[in-house]
């Protein structure tokens, strides 16, 4: 057995046009123009820019403040969504459907969020897309939209299965794989395409350096800047080589907070030069990788800006550092609009006009779209904002919308779909990705891998959160099935994320005449009851293997457990479950190393496992 504790040292990438997907491997729609340069402004042709001024010059002010919106929708379809969606787009939007919004509001794109009920299946993503673009080009000026979604993959999807799903960023992380992440960012891209989703908010850049960080964690690569910056400009790549505007977030860097921006508004006290060194890496990178678009965190840094304004509101951190300093000339959009933290400090009349002062362009997500809207256009009419602001971020979410494509033919076919979602080869390929990911922390007395002769009847039990991404789950359920293909005989137990007593001495007795255990644990916390029944499995003499789902921090708690073994998957979703048990059963290595420090749960200055670590068959 080995310890490997090496730092794997990832450079940052240098300017680079977007590469060709690999052989085999169906291009989506817009791929060949997605080729032809790396940034979607500054590489655009003075004819194209002269021919979208023009446009531009033909609209009207309603037209060019709704091209700033990307705004949400309920309902499968365009036209026609079910009744409980039209209740719902009437409660908090005022129209009935899709097709409304557009024709009322211009606005310029749509997110899809599998809540709003947008993501059914493959085929109806498609229709609805087809949709939406048919009322855009009905308008009068004939304007595609820009569709978008959270892909990250790992613990954040809005398109779940059959498509393909990815392991998430720090998986990829711990496998340490440029080529394994723009691989992924290919075919993720791909998929995206071909349903008519044209701009991911994905990967996230932000550099994840506090433990206790309540809305990062695992959506990042990692602990270290360079690492991180590594990753990001892969995956950019892998994305934008797919035809689709891949999105760097959250500028300035969210990986310091203990604040959810959801719920609150998070302040980071980093220094300017610890800004520099820490945060601004991955994001360089991402710009020199020719990133499309760049997402703003709702986030104060004082050491940037010292009037405390969120970052989607700063015109020092988005037009003086961003614009200026880091020479990004690309489509900025802001987190959703939404969340706590942008609405803290003013309220939803001032953000939208706010935001574009501090050089903003997409205006992502308003929790009310006419109030956001008529703001914005009260701001113009009253020469706050002047028209000339306006068509600078106009033109370009239209240059973005140019080199997708879309004006050229926003629609895609069912016959593209089939021959791109969740295709053989895309499965296989995230399934070797993944295999590459899985991290072994501890196997104190070499039970793993796990021999079939001796150790063929399992128990799963543990923790089972609510899928992440559409995948079939419960994680229990997962990991049990997964361990039947491979020849053993396993049962699952659900004990949840906080086991009850009478949870727990279910599983004790259930692990009566098994020969191991296999505990699925989630974020274990000083007082979590999972560790007592980690404890309680251990005291039977049966031995326990704990697989920890999403943060890799939980083996600090379970020090003293009497576990057997310890690994860490990074999340929940099937693809990365099925990885940890191939890696349990000895049919694949444990490739994986630490992308974050593990500190000692009673002595956080104690690093247990440093970055780089990870233990081998």
Not at 175 to 199: F, K, Y
Not at 218 to 239: E, I, L, N
Not at 335 to 349: A, H, P
């Amino acid at each position: 057995m080995h310890d490997r504790t090496s730092r794997r040292t990832l450079l940052t990438a240098t300017a680079a046009t977007a590469v060709a997907a690999a052989a085999g491997m169906a291009v989506a729609p817009g791929a060949v123009a997605a080729q032809k340069s790396a940034s979607s402004s500054s590489h655009t042709s003075a004819a194209t820019t002269r021919r979208l001024k023009r446009l531009i010059s033909r609209m009207s002010l309603e037209e060019k403040v709704g091209q700033l919106f990307v705004m949400r929708v309920y309902g499968h379809s365009a036209t026609e969504p079910d009744q409980a969606d039209i209740d719902a787009n009437l409660a908090e939007i005022g129209v009935r459907t899709a097709a409304e919004m557009i024709a009322k509001y211009h606005v310029g794109g749509i997110i899809y969020f599998a809540w709003a009920h947008n993501t059914r299946d493959p085929h109806q993503i498609a229709d609805l897309s087809n949709g939406i673009q048919r009322a855009g080009l009905a308008g009068a000026n004939a304007l595609p939209l820009l569709i978008s979604t959270d892909q990250e993959h790992g613990i954040v999807c809005r398109v779940g299965e059959p498509a393909t799903l990815m392991p998430g960023a720090m998986a990829l992380g711990a496998g340490g794989s440029r080529s394994d992440a723009r691989r992924a960012g290919q075919i993720a891209g791909a998929e995206l395409a071909a349903i008519g989703i044209r701009q991911n908010y994905a990967p996230d850049a932000d550099v994840n350096v506090n433990p206790a960080n309540p809305v990062i964690g695992v959506r990042s690569f990692g602990s270290d800047p360079q690492s991180v910056a590594g990753m990001v400009a892969a995956q950019v790549k892998g994305y934008q080589s797919s035809g689709i505007a891949s999105t760097a977030k959250h500028f300035p860097g969210h990986g310091d907070t203990s604040t959810d921006s959801h719920t609150g508004l998070p302040v980071i006290t980093h220094t300017r030069e610890q800004w520099a060194e820490l945060d601004e890496p991955p994001f360089r990178a991402a710009i020199a990788a020719g990133i499309d678009s760049i997402m703003t965190a709702h986030i104060v840094v004082p050491a940037l800006d010292p009037a405390e304004d969120p970052a989607t509101l700063s015109k020092p951190i988005l037009t003086g550092i961003l614009r200026e300093e880091l020479g990004y000339d690309g489509v900025v959009v802001t987190d959703s609009l939404g969340m706590e933290g942008v609405r803290t400090k003013y309220g939803d009349e001032r953000v939208p006009v706010l935001a574009l002062q501090a050089g903003v362009d997409q205006l992502l997500n308003p929790p009310s779209l006419e109030v956001s809207w008529n703001a914005l256009l009260a701001a113009v009419k009253g020469g706050e904002v002047s028209e000339a602001r306006l068509d600078e971020s106009i033109l370009r979410i239209l240059r973005l919308k140019t080199k997708l494509g879309l004006f050229d033919d926003p629609f895609v076919t069912h016959r593209g779909v089939d021959r791109t979602v969740g295709t053989r080869s895309h499965l296989a390929a995230a399934d070797r990705i993944a295999e590459h990911t899985t991290t072994l922390l501890d196997n104190p007395g070499a039970l793993l891998p796990l021999s079939r002769r001796s150790h063929k009847n399992l128990l799963v039990v543990g923790a089972d959160p609510a899928s992440p991404s559409g995948t079939t789950g419960p994680p229990t359920t997962t990991l049990a099935e997964a361990f039947n293909e491979l020849g053993y005989t396993a049962t699952a137990l659900s004990t949840g994320t906080a086991p009850t007593r009478a949870a727990i001495d279910a599983a004790v007795a259930a692990a009566q005449g098994k020969d191991a255990v296999v505990v699925g644990t989630y974020n274990v916390t000083a007082t979590s009851s999972q560790r007592t029944l980690v404890s309680e499995l251990a005291a039977t003499g049966v031995p326990v293997i704990t697989v920890a789902i999403r943060n890799p921090y939980d083996i600090a708690r379970l020090a003293g457990t009497g576990y057997a073994a310890s690994l860490a998957s990074y999340s929940w979703t099937d693809v990365e479950l099925r990885a940890a048990a191939r890696v349990i059963a000895g049919r694949a290595e444990p490739e994986g190393t630490l992308p974050v420090p593990v500190q000692r749960a009673d002595d956080p200055a104690q690093v247990l496992y440093p970055v780089g670590y990870g233990l081998t068959y």
